[in-house]
């Protein structure tokens, strides 16, 4: 009897039907995600308005919503689906945003920790963004009302209800209220 695992591919994730949940596909392997709360989509709306409103009014690039999918690498295949993403003018092909996954990593991937979600998981959530050339990684925890914000996997910095967020180098001129986001 053979015992052989088969990696799920990019393509097959695409295809798969929709039945309700979300899923993203990690080194071959399909992960279901379990549905988010009342809380973390508050959350997930309210940075979106945000960096949406700035973005339709500077024209810097595009920002993708929670279920758009990112193909981070290749055999195996990884696509991950942050809360909130975006990507510089200069990035989108001629031809207009793929209708399939993004291939390759957003500028500014946002994660949004959720009641039921482990720290292990977040952690290499934040690991592949930055592995795959995301030039800004940043994990929104509701619980404590905090952000932190990845540069790169040694420039981290935590920010409070009381901080100022900003766009640095990935989004210039844009800032926000950590506050903002609760």
């Not at 920002?63 to 690498?73: D, H, N, Q």
Request: one cysteine or more; a negative charge.
């Amino acid at each position: 009897m053979s015992n052989t695992k088969t990696s799920m591919r990019a393509e097959e994730l695409f295809a798969l039907p929709d039945d309700g949940f979300r899923y993203e596909l990690v080194k071959g392997e399909l992960r279901r995600m379990p549905p988010s709360g009342g809380e973390h989509g508050v959350v997930v709306v309210n940075f979106t308005v945000l960096i949406g409103q700035f973005v339709k009014l500077n024209a810097p690039g595009a920002v993708f919503g929670a279920e758009t999918g990112f193909r981070l690498a290749s055999n195996p295949d990884t696509v991950r689906a942050p809360d909130l993403a975006f990507v510089r003018r200069e990035r989108i092909p001629e031809g207009g945003i793929p209708r399939e996954f993004w291939p390759g990593a957003p500028d500014l991937a946002v994660e949004v920790v959720s009641p039921g979600d482990r720290y292990t998981d977040i952690e290499e959530k934040t690991q592949d963004w930055l592995d795959a050339g995301t030039r800004m990684v940043v994990v929104v925890n509701p619980r404590n009302r905090t952000i932190t914000v990845y540069r790169s996997h040694t420039d981290v910095i935590r920010l409070t209800e009381s901080d100022l967020f900003d766009g640095g180098d990935v989004l210039p001129g844009f800032t926000c209220r950590v506050a903002d986001l609760f």
